[in-house]
């Protein structure tokens, strides 16, 4: 089933991601998305511009679309919006979503007061882990995931060398950089962050 879902597994450019399982289409963080995508599930991690975009949302949405974020976030969206804190789990058909936390160490962009989110979604049997805007975090030691999603770009979330000390404690089949190359980081955070994890895990570089 991994293969599948990495089959169907689209990057839409800085922390957006497109995947099709379970019968269903889920999209994370759509910002500037440009090409055609109808999705039934959207997940938002936090309500900063390039993460809770209502455009990009009502964009890739239809009338059945159930969005999944935090209370920030939903206070800015339309539709029919749930809402999770970290630790809390939901099941929206066949897809089991576990929030769960992330947040700045050493950074004031995102609180941990805030409560904002990072996603475990499984899909047909597949855990993909979508860390959101945070650092090196406790809480990873306690994520298992086949397929984590994680910031590279540093600024505002880790760098690509703290990334790949996420993957080692997160211990993925495989590993996609993320947060880089539109509004901070380029591709050659995604690429240390590659290089870091040789011979540790699948590390891949998708193009949108």
Known sequence: MLGEILKNLRWLGHDGFAVAGAGQTLVFDPYQVAAPLSADLVLVTHPHYDHCSPEDIARVSHAQTVIVTEAESAAKLQGDVRIMA???????????IEAVPAYNIDKKFHPRTKNWLGFVVT???????????????????????????????????????????????????????????TLVGSRADAERFRDG???VCDVRILTR
């Open 197 to 199: 994890l040789k011979g």
């Open 123 to 181: 899909l047909d049997g597949i855990r993909i882990y979508h860390a959101g805007d945070t650092d090196l975090i406790p809480e990873m030691d306690h994520i298992r995931c086949d397929v984590a999603l994680l910031p590279v770009s540093g600024t505002y979330v880790m760098t690509a060398e703290e990334a790949v000390t996420a993957a080692r404690r997160l211990t993925p089949r495989v590993a996609i950089p993320m947060h880089y190359d």
């Open 86 to 96: 970290p630790g809390d789990r939901m099941t929206l058909g066949a897809v089991a």
